[in-house]
Structures are given as C-alpha cells and as structure tokens.
C-alpha cells in the first residue's frame, strides 16, 4: 500500500515534477516588466505562459497513466482549462498526433477545455460587474453549453484505448520544454505587441487590441473591458463587444494550432466545435446589440 504509487509514477516523473516546481520558482526573480528593443518583451509573462504549458502537458501525462488514456484526457481539459484552454490545445494535439485514431478523445478533452474558456469569462464579468452578466450570457452561456454538449458527445462516442509512453514521443518527455518554451515566446511577442498597440485610438483602437489579445488570451482584455465599463470610462457596448471578438480569435487561433500540431483528425473535430460556438456567440452578439447602448 504505502508504494502503490510506484505502479504509476517512475523515477523520470519525479525529476520532471521538480524541474517544474524549480522552473515556477524562478518566476520569483524575473521582472513583470516590459523591457528589451520598444519595450516589448516581458520576462515574467514569457516564463509565466511557457511554464503554464509544460504544467499541463505534465498533468495531462500523470493523469493519463492513473485515470486510463479517456479518462485521463477529459480529466486534463476539465482541470487545464480552469487555467488555460491554449495550453491544454497545445499539450493534448501534441498526443493526438500520435494516437490519430483516438481523436475523438483527444478533441473531447480539447473542447471540455474550451468551453471552460466561455464559462471562465462570465466568471470574470460577474466579479467585476453582475449588471453586465445578463448582457454577455446569451453570447457566452449559449457557446458554453452547446459547446459542452458537443464535447459530451465527443466523449460518450469514443472508445477507451492505452497510451504506451514508450511509442509516443510526446509522452516520453511529459514536460514539453521546447514546445512550451516555441509557444511562450511567440506569446511574449504577441503581448509586447499588444502593449505597443493598446493607445486611445478611439472604438477601432479597442476592436483592435481585443483581437489581438484574443489571439493569446482572453482573460487579461475581459478583466480590462469589464473594469472600465463598470468605471464608466468605456462605453458598455464597446466593452463587451471588444470581450466577444477575444474570445472569437482566440477560438480561432486554438483550431489553427490544433490542425498545425495534432493534424486533420483532431482538427477537423475542433472546426466543428468552432463553427458551433462562434455561430452561437454571433447570434448572442446581434441579440445583445439590440439592448445595449
């Protein structure tokens, strides 16, 4: 009993897991700062997200070999995405591309942390300011549960199957630094980016930002939004509007990746899944502008 855990967790896990601990204990002595050639790289939120990933991808890995490879994933999307639905997109197609014919798996467990993403931002919105819930809940709540639906489906139609880390590149090296370390970087630039951009050019220049943010996380623009609409230093329809087309690239962005690493099976699973909550989030949209100065 006391070494059950030997059945499931090896040597080479436990050495992971303290590179992990020690690589978010170095988030201590880097600067949350904008710095480097125009200011645009930021060392902590560069570090930040590529740490984010390879968390993930090795929760993902833990909790495939104790819960079983269908469990497992479902388990990594529903727990990922409370944190961030990009990363958990990025760990799961990085298997999938492995396991092609357990894509419905994969995309279940990708979906699950997508919809998490629409449940998160209604979290947000509703802590900052309850008066715009009932604005953005047919856009959010709408996507959240129609994309639920389809990611219960996914994952009542797949079959349970078995990973052989041994077969699976992805899996042999569940931290995932140089995947991780890619994308974190290309997020460091997009912020940077954004942060150079962010001026007061009026509506456009909020639409603008919006997209830009969307294409690497939602979180930080519907915090923003929400805050100077309930300050009243943004107009309401503008706010949500901006939170709307976030949220809109970014699940754009996260198909776009999902083809690029896990390939056509997975993708096309998660275009269905795409095609489901934009058109959804489109109606909320239209419905929303109809009530709201």
């Not at 080479?12 to 710095?35: A, H, K």
């Not at 591309?97 to 419905?104: A, V």
């Not at 919809?115 to 715009?132: C, G, K, N, W, Y």
């Not at 009243?232 to 690493?261: H, P, R």
């Amino acid at each position: 009993m006391i070494n059950w855990y030997k059945k499931y967790i090896t040597q080479e896990d436990i050495r992971s897991l303290f590179l992990l601990i020690t690589g978010f204990f170095v988030l201590y002595f880097l600067p949350d700062t904008m710095m480097g050639p125009y200011t645009l790289f930021n060392p902590y939120k560069t570090w930040f997200m590529v740490m984010i990933i390879s968390g993930i991808s090795f929760t993902g890995y833990v909790a495939i070999r104790v819960l079983g490879s269908k469990n497992g994933i479902l388990m990594t999307g529903a727990l990922g995405g409370l944190i961030s639905s990009t990363a958990v997109s990025i760990s799961l197609s990085g298997i999938a591309k492995s396991h092609r014919q357990q894509s419905k798996s994969f995309a279940a467990g990708i979906v699950m942390a997508c919809t998490l993403m629409f449940a998160r931002v209604l979290l947000e919105v509703t802590v900052l300011d309850v008066s715009l819930l009932g604005r953005l809940l047919p856009a959010f709540g709408g996507a959240a549960l129609l994309g639920g639906l389809y990611g219960v489906y996914l994952y009542r139609d797949s079959e349970h199957f078995t990973i052989d880390p041994k077969k699976t590149e992805y899996m042999q090296h569940p931290l995932q630094i140089s995947t991780s370390l890619k994308f974190g970087l290309l997020f460091g630039l997009i912020y940077g980016v954004i942060k150079v951009v962010s001026v007061n050019y009026g509506d456009i220049g909020v639409y603008v930002v919006s997209c830009l943010s969307g294409i690497t996380d939602v979180d930080a623009i519907t915090l923003s939004l929400s805050t100077m609409a309930h300050d009243e230093t943004l107009v309401i329809k503008v706010a949500l509007l901006g939170i709307a087309l976030a949220s809109a690239v970014n699940t754009v962005v996260k198909t776009i990746m999902v083809y690029w690493i896990g390939g056509m099976e997975v993708g096309n699973l998660m275009l269905r899944y795409s095609l489901i909550v934009l058109i959804t989030m489109g109606v909320g949209v239209w419905s929303m502008s109809l009530f709201t100065s």
